[in-house]
């Protein structure tokens, strides 16, 4: 098993109201997901953080094997989610991949 765990921060020219919408397509869109992709066994989008916080979304996804998060970064419905919902409103993106 592979684990693939993303930390953004939305952009800071944001107001509070506009990130909550922001962070609440980006759940919706990657969560959505699961059961579409091959090999992605679970996905977990956490867009509450408490206030001492220096990220705003964590993704938490768990696959079979490294070629099945390989073949997750390049599948379609993956990648319009990435280029529609979280590229155009990140500033920063930190990932750490792992097998378990």
């Known amino acids: 098993m592979v684990k693939h765990v993303i930390l953004w921060t939305l952009k800071s020219e944001y107001t509070k109201e506009e ?13 959505g997901l699961y059961g579409k992709i ?3 066994t679970d996905i977990k989008v956490n867009i509450n953080g408490l206030e001492t916080s220096n990220a705003d979304i964590m993704l938490d996804s768990t696959f079979t094997s490294a070629e099945a998060l390989a073949a997750y970064a390049v599948h379609p419905e993956h990648v319009e989610v990435a280029e529609k919902n979280i590229k155009p409103f990140t500033a ?5 991949d792992f097998e378990v």
């Open 19 to 31: 990130k909550e919408k922001i962070k609440a397509e980006i759940k919706e869109g990657l969560e």
């Open 38 to 40: 091959e090999g992605l």
């Open 92 to 96: 920063i993106r930190s990932c750490l």
